[in-house]
């Protein structure tokens, strides 16, 4: 077929980062990421101009996903950070503050996007050295004989997320749901291939967060007309189970889109109702106790099996199937087929009601010791909720990265002031050595060093969106907030909580020139930080972010095919 219209030949953009709209729009970016960062975060509203769901968050993930990008490299530069927080769920917002900063400032002093990249790439080998060595002073181990390191990561991940609006006594206790979960999911046999549980999670609206709640087993809704007193008459399990992923609605339409001979004196919907009462009669011969369908079950076949005392439950939807599938071992059918294999069933431990709130769930206990839980969570309202659903199942997340690498990084802000001390002070007892390695000059070597620092305190000054700025102490290089109410230093803590403050312990403003200095080692202390971050995701993050700045760096044209 021939063209209408003439081929448009493609736009050619040279050297993208000296363009000013481009520029315009990363420091956009960058400024819609560091406002949403840290606990007192600002929150963006996304909605479109025809109306529908206005979306309220402070989350990378959530964020980046509804921003409509126009540009190549920030679609770029979005992409990566949403990668990373699939695969590691936390430090979604450092990595984009980290990379923007990079590229910006990188541009602004001018510096050769060739020794940069070699400068920031031997500056990252030198982060991964220092952070996964014994001597690093911002890494905690993760202790699995006592939950107070793993209800802190969970704590922070909460606190880091402000739309979920949640006072301290909330916190507490879902970080303390979100710990039990992860319990709930390691193996107690650890012998042979060790697989992970699963938390299913349940939202409840307009209640109270401290109706929330975690239960073994899988909890769903409880059957139209199912009683205690039925559960009672069951007696002692296991129970029998089956499971169909089919419509058991009795609808012609369900047949799909094929064409249907009837003769004149057969009713289709009579015989489809016929062929549904025999596989009833088949259900209730082979003594099963639970017949549950994802779709809808037809109310004459569900008043015939519970009169012959099988539970029905109904409308499972397609994201219980594979928990229902786990935890009883039941294959799913997919016709209506009769008689059903023998194989296809599955077994319930038991049953048992269990009230959320002002509403009633029914809970399905394994068979076997399956690590599976359900988490049952409540809310004011439906934007708290979604908001908290995702924080948990992320933190969740979080925790389980830690039996891979049980460490932890410190929190508010430390690590980062921390690390681009430790940085600064490296490079400066080597810039001779290091700048001929690197066929770079001293000059673009300490500007480079100082570019990369720089970043990573840019990052610790996003904390802070009240004006007050941030400290950091000349002695341990840990993150500090002005005291703008009190005179006296009793009681105060850096950002992380590891260091308490005193009166000659010597202090300035991040964002201002000072000397440089080796980090004093914390010792003799019984001081715990309170605000943790995940190893794994920020050590990831701090990875991809130089990768993807050198990549952006290097980038010379942008080609953009209009037609």
Sequence with gaps: MSRICKK?????TDNPLSNGTICQRIALLRDILSTSYGPTGRLKQIHNNVGGHVLTTSTSTVLLKRLDLSEPLLKLISTSIQHHTTRYSDCGLFMGIFTLSLIETTQKLGLRTVAASKVYEHLLEECNMYLKGDSCMCKVRVDFTSCDSLVALATSMLTSKPACMLNSREKQHISSLITQAFLYSIPCDSSGVTCFGRTVTVAIENQSVIDSAVFPGLLVDVPEMLQPADLKRLGPGPFKVVLFSTSLAGDISEVGDVALEVHGSVDPDFEVLQQLLRLGEHIVKNKTTVFACQKVVHPVLQQYLRENGVIVIERLGHGLMEPFVQITGARAV????????P???GLIKGFSFQSCGSRELLQLLPCKDFPFSTMVLCHRNETMLEELKMTCQRAEHVLRLTLREPYALLGGGCTETLLATHITHMSQSTVAKTATSLGV???EFLIAVEVFCSSLRAVTLSLEHDGQGCLIDLTYAHRWVPDMDSHTSVGRACGCGLVEDRSNLEKTPL????HTFFPVSLENTDNQPKILDSFSAK?????VAVEISNLVLDI????????
């Design 8 to 12: 448009k030949p493609a736009v050619c």
């Design 334 to 341: 997919a016709s209506l087929c009769c008689p059903v294999p």
């Design 343 to 345: 194989e296809v069933y």
């Design 441 to 443: 000059s001293h000059s």
């Design 511 to 514: 964002n201002t020139a000072y």
């Design 539 to 543: 050590l990831s993050a701090l990875n």
């Design 556 to 563: 010379k044209y942008i080609i953009r095919d209009v037609n």
